[in-house]
Structures are given as structure tokens and as C-alpha cells.
């Protein structure tokens, strides 16, 4: 092994053993060292420009962008000095957010996103089927967070969605939703954070649909669900497992007969508990398409 390579891969190495707690490895290790960020030192948004390379995949926009917020701090001072690369990162990953989207999120704001932040690992980060939508990821991370007149840090959690778009300057963020993962309440009190539970419930209790639920299909934090309906269709439902353990809704499909499978979008909220819903019985002939 050269001694560059080595140098990566202990930097990698010093990553996972002081930054994660959690068993799955962190996915935004693109730069290990701060020499990538020499160009933009001391510069503010307005003139940086993102390497092409960069942005030539949505895979590669994504764990760049990423990889490149790691080591940025937004903890508003700490006792031990600096952090990671500090606020430099900002700016550059800024960047990589479309044109239409800065101007719906100016930096200013972007910035205040991440108050409190001190360290970030990319966890979990797939693509999910979204034919309409165009370009759309799952993601989830792992934080340092700590705030001033607190003495220690601690671990958050977070996911959402990414949109993407395609330009002459290659893929960049169109969107982006982010969600706090919930430790405390879910366990108590919620049924929806189970995804058997939800396809039984909402699907079965509610619209009387599920004639038969097949075993649930797992693979890594994906969860494959499929029943065969009171409508003579079969169902497929996609779910991802959060850190939290929460199963959260990604994609519905639906198959008559010997027809290939077709994303559908059911709202078993608005079409089986409403007075419409209702008056659709068990839902074979208004709720769910033919």
C-alpha cells in the first residue's frame, strides 16, 4: 500500500472510530484531507465556482456535497478551538444547490440550517423510484450537535428527501426536506412507525383491501411488503428503517393480473376514513386505479 493511500485510509479509519456511534459506515468520506478546500478559503458564495467533475452523477453531486459539510461547524464557539474545517465548507456547498433553489433559500438562511451542527456523516443515501418527481434520493444523517451554555454534545438524527436537477453545469440540488428523528414518542404512542402495522391498519382496518399479507422481505434498511387485494390486485410497498428504528413509506405499486407493475400514489387518510372513502366500500371502485 503507498503511503497516500495509507494516509486515506487511516483518515477514514479516524472517522469512523471517533465520530460514529451508530454500526452503519459513513458514506461522505469523498475528501479526507483539507487540501481540497484551499481555493476557497476565506472566499463567500457569490464567485466560487464547483469543479465539473464534481457534479457529473447525481451520485456523485450528492456525496460530494456531503462529504464536503462533514467537517463544517456551525456550534457558535466552542471551549477547545476550532472544529473540523469550521465555516469554510459553507460557501462551496452552497454551491452545489441549483440557482432556482438559492434564490428560494438565500445563503443567509442556508447557513442558520445548520446552527448547532458540529460534525456530519452521511448514513444512508438511495435513490427512490419517483417517475413524476425526476431525480429523487432517500437520505439520512448522523450529527455532532452541541449549543453555547452546554457543556457536552450529543447525537442527532436526521432524514429526508433530495430532488435533483440537470444543467449545463451538471447535477445539482433542487430541493432538499429534512426531518428530526423522533427516540422518545414513536416507541409510546405510534403505530406508524411500523411498517406492517401501517399496511395492516391503513390498508386493511381502514379500506378494507389487505386479503393477504405475504412475509415481510428485508434487505439491509429496506423492507419489502407485499399482500394480494380484496380487488383481485397485488401490492408492493417499499419502506426504509430509520436509525430509530421508524419504517418510513418510499414508493407504492400495484399489479393486476399479468399487467407489469405501476407506481401509484394511495391516501388511505383522505379515501377510507372520509365520507367519500366511505361511500367507495371497499375502496375497488374510486380509491385504488385500474
Request: aromatic share 16%; charged share 25%; proline share 5%.
Amino acid at each position: 500500500m503507498n503511503v497516500l493511500l495509507r494516509n486515506q485510509t487511516d483518515q477514514a479509519a479516524y472517522h469512523q472510530k471517533y465520530f460514529r456511534p451508530s454500526s452503519l459506515p459513513a458514506l461522505n468520506l469523498r475528501f479526507t484531507t483539507s487540501k481540497f478546500l484551499q481555493p476557497f478559503v476565506e472566499k463567500t458564495h457569490d464567485p466560487i465556482q464547483v469543479p465539473a467533475e464534481w457534479t457529473q452523477t447525481p451520485e456523485d453531486t450528492l456525496l460530494n456535497y456531503f462529504s464536503i459539510l462533514r467537517e463544517a461547524e456551525n456550534m457558535g464557539g466552542r471551549s477547545c478551538g476550532t472544529v473540523g474545517h469550521a465555516r469554510t465548507p459553507f460557501p462551496l456547498a452552497y454551491n452545489f444547490l441549483s440557482k432556482e433553489y438559492q434564490k428560494k433559500l438565500p445563503y443567509e438562511d442556508y447557513f442558520h440550517s445548520f446552527a448547532g451542527i458540529g460534525h456530519t456523516s452521511l448514513i444512508k443515501l438511495c435513490r427512490v423510484p419517483d417517475g413524476k418527481r425526476g431525480i429523487r434520493f432517500f437520505y439520512e444523517i448522523e450529527t455532532i450537535e452541541g449549543f453555547n451554555g452546554k457543556r457536552a454534545e450529543y447525537f442527532g438524527y436526521s432524514y429526508g428527501f433530495i430532488q435533483l436537477v440537470h444543467g449545463q453545469e451538471g447535477y445539482r440540488i433542487a430541493d432538499l426536506q429534512q426531518f428530526p428523528e423522533d427516540f422518545l414518542c414513536a416507541p409510546y404512542h405510534l403505530w406508524q412507525h411500523d411498517a406492517e402495522a401501517v399496511i395492516d391498519i391503513k390498508y386493511g382496518y381502514w379500506c378494507k383491501l389487505v386479503q393477504k399479507r405475504y412475509p415481510t422481505i428485508k434487505n439491509g434498511y429496506v423492507k419489502h411488503i407485499y399482500f394480494h387485494g380484496n380487488d383481485g390486485a397485488d401490492y408492493h410497498f417499499i419502506f426504509f428503517t430509520l436509525t430509530n428504528g421508524t419504517d418510513i413509506e418510499i414508493a407504492q405499486f400495484r399489479k393486476k393480473g399479468s399487467k407489469k407493475w405501476k407506481q401509484v400514489k394511495m391516501k388511505p387518510e383522505e379515501e377510507c376514513l372520509t365520507e367519500k372513502g366511505r361511500n367507495h366500500g371497499d375502496g375497488s371502485d374510486g380509491f385504488f386505479p385500474h
